[in-house]
């Protein structure tokens, strides 16, 4: 199979993997259908239900119709003919897709003139010899070709492999063959990552704790190395099938599962990005927005999109909410001292002149464009606040990481359990996971069901609690019958769960103390500290620190910028560099973030990915971006799926389905 480079103008710049994904599918596949060595006249886009789903994450339909595609349809649902247009196939290789595809293009009259077919993984040689056999259909092949894409970027440094049962099939359920075929998919998956941008990661993954048992929770505490391997079985192909992949290594991968940190998913995290995902029901990022009626009736409901090309949202997401609500209303006094249209319309009722009104006129396609773009985003930040001050979260929030920094302990919980009887059971419930992962053994025996009728809680909502077991690594240690910890250690914990970051230049808001420990790792990798006991590396040489900090590499290794301010109270305002506007004050500059990242990326060092098996969270997507800038190299965050927290409370109980059975009395 052949595998072309993009042929884009800009391939000198630096690309996101978005940015990569993008320019592949459009001039590497949709470009380069071509008949005679010229580009071909209107074409047909078919794709299956998950290459639309690729697709659908990279690209947007504008950028599709640019490339002369005039239909896109998908493969098994029924489509007229056109003989007299190419068509473009963009498929997973699965027999059946081969099935549909040799029907459509064999016989006397094929559906389509010339067939340009692009696979999303390798293909297995059994499908190629099928293709081949068939004489009435090679001839009208104009392309066969691999183009190992099967990942869905969901932001510019960040992708999933689409697996939302992930959490369940690997440590919930106790089907073997199911959990390989999961582990399986999605090590195709990141491989593809890597095929995409022609990087040749150095491996590493979460050592076991214990071998050699098949217990299934050593079963499940080996999922981070089998993934490794399946993933490095996939990489170290590509140096034969893939013409000019690297071959040494460029770049790092570290595997882990969720059982690395079971407060991120479910703490409060109180940026912007996390509180509109958390609070607010979004389908997505859709946000479906009242606004007032032109004709003065009810008002008219819009959807809002939260997703990169808002330069707003780019700008806020990763700001503490206070923050956010300061810098949107700023904006919204700036926008209006500065824009003639919203300064006539405050006048106070005189007569408006000729030229006010010519003003006027000039102004007001742009100010109708730029108020309704702020005016969302401060009616989102208000409806957020509003919330916070009804659920009443801010004692909650400081209760949450108080526990987490050993400065509360179970007089603070059960006070707030007491004190909230009619407060909301998920995050009470949230806050009692939270507290389990802090002091385990005030939930052994009768405690935790003390604890559940304390907070008014059901057997199924304290599932969630229990089956945090089920994710939670194997220690050699033993606990005593009919109990466990999920540190593995029944006895008193005195030590905080997190330690206080000194030195870490964070935007000191109140509430903006906690941090996930995928940051930690990450940053030990970068530095090349990761600690070998514990992370094992596939690659043969990249074993030593050298090799992890970049040592031999092409790209050298970057040293992080150093901070060159004072130690701050943690009630301070001041803003963390990574989450510094690249906009102007008045919020809608013209230019796109994306264009201004690109300068600074010229100078990057090599990549970073971190893969978290499970569902990763919106802190850890959060820090990726903090520590691109820290360290200068791109760090790309992988997961199965991306949680908010109501979401990974579900998955938990779920586990419960084939998982521990739920007894009062004994919970652990």
Not at 218 to 237: F, Y
Not at 320 to 333: G, P, Q, V
Not at 458 to 465: A, K, L, Y
Not at 596 to 609: E, P, Q, V
Request: aromatic share 8%; proline share 4%.
């Amino acid at each position: 199979m052949s595998f072309s480079d993009s042929e884009c103008s800009q391939a000198a710049e630096y690309k996101t993997l978005r940015m990569v994904s993008r320019d592949r599918l459009l001039y590497e596949m949709l470009q380069d259908s071509k008949v005679g060595g010229q580009r071909s006249s209107w074409k047909v886009l078919i794709m299956d239900k998950v290459t639309v789903k690729v697709m659908s994450h990279s690209c947007k339909m504008s950028d599709i119709t640019d490339q002369d595609v005039s239909l896109v349809e998908e493969l098994f649902k029924r489509r007229e003919p056109m003989p007299s247009m190419d068509v473009v196939y963009f498929i997973q290789p699965a027999r059946e897709n081969l099935v549909m595809l040799l029907s459509d293009m064999s016989g006397r009259e094929p559906l389509y003139r010339k067939a340009y077919i692009y696979f999303s993984t390798p293909v297995p040689k059994d499908l190629v010899s099928h293709i081949k056999s068939d004489t009435s259909v090679m001839p009208r092949i104009g392309a066969l070709r691999e183009m190992n894409l099967e990942y869905f970027p969901i932001d510019t440094q960040a992708f999933t492999t689409d697996q939302e049962n992930a959490l369940y099939e690997l440590f919930g359920g106790e089907n073997t063959r199911k959990a390989d075929a999961c582990l399986n998919l999605m090590a195709s998956r990141i491989a593809s990552v890597f095929a995409s941008l022609k990087e040749f990661p150095f491996v590493r993954y979460k050592k076991p704790s214990k071998e050699g048992d098949d217990d299934s929770k050593n079963s499940r505490d080996l999922i981070p190395k089998k993934l490794a391997e399946a993933v490095w079985k996939h990489i170290t192909t590509y140096k034969t099938s893939i013409p000019k992949f690297p071959a040494t290594e460029t770049c790092e991968l570290l595997i882990v599962d969720r059982s690395i940190d079971q407060i991120a998913p479910i703490i409060h995290e109180w940026t912007y990005d996390a509180m509109c995902h958390d609070l607010l029901e979004l389908e997505g990022n859709k946000y479906v927005h009242e606004i007032p009626s032109k004709s003065g009736g009810e008002p008219e409901q819009k959807e809002v999109l939260l997703q990169d090309n808002d330069v707003l949202w780019v700008e806020l997401r990763h700001a503490h909410i206070a923050e956010a609500s300061e810098r949107l209303s700023e904006k919204m006094t700036n926008f209006v001292s500065k824009n003639k249209a919203a300064q006539l319309q405050q006048r106070d009722g005189s007569e408006l002149s000729t030229r006010d009104i010519q003003k006027m006129v000039q102004a007001l396609p742009q100010y109708n464009e730029q108020m309704e773009k702020l005016s969302i985003h401060v009616a989102i930040a208000g409806k957020l606040n509003e919330l916070i001050r009804e659920l009443d979260l801010r004692d909650l929030g400081q209760l949450e990481q108080d526990l987490v920094f050993g400065d509360a302990g179970t007089k603070e919980v059960i006070t707030y359990l007491r004190s909230n009887q009619d407060g909301s059971p998920e995050n009470k419930l949230r806050l009692l996971m939270i507290y389990c992962c802090v002091s385990p053994e005030k939930f052994e025996g009768d405690k935790a069901g003390k604890l559940m009728q304390l907070a008014k809680l059901t057997e199924e909502d304290m599932q969630s609690v229990t089956n945090m077991k089920l994710i939670e690594a194997v220690d050699s240690r033993k606990t005593s019958k009919g109990t466990f910890s999920l540190k593995f250690d029944s006895a008193k914990k005195t030590n905080a769960e997190r330690k206080d970051r000194a030195g870490d230049e964070e935007e000191g808001w109140a509430l903006s103390r906690f941090y996930p420990k995928l940051e930690e790792l990450i940053e030990q990798l970068a530095k090349g500290s990761l600690p070998k006991d514990e992370y094992e590396c596939m690659n043969s040489a990249g074993s030593s620190n050298e090799s992890i900090s970049g040592g031999g590499s092409k790209i050298p290794p970057t040293k992080p910028a150093q901070s060159t301010t004072a130690p701050h109270s943690m009630r301070s305002r001041r803003t963390a560099q990574w989450a510094k506007s690249r906009t102007s004050d008045d919020g809608y500059s013209s230019d796109s973030v994306l264009k201004t990242a690109n300068t600074d990326y010229k100078k990057m060092g090599r990549r970073i990915f971190a893969f978290v098996i499970g569902g990763a969270t919106r802190s850890e997507l959060r820090v990726c971006h903090k520590l691109t800038t820290k360290f200068r190299r791109e760090v790309v965050l992988g997961s199965t799926s991306l949680d908010d927290p109501p979401q990974y409370v579900k998955k938990l109980k779920l586990l419960s389905e084939k998982g521990l059975p739920v007894d009062n009395n004994m919970f652990f």
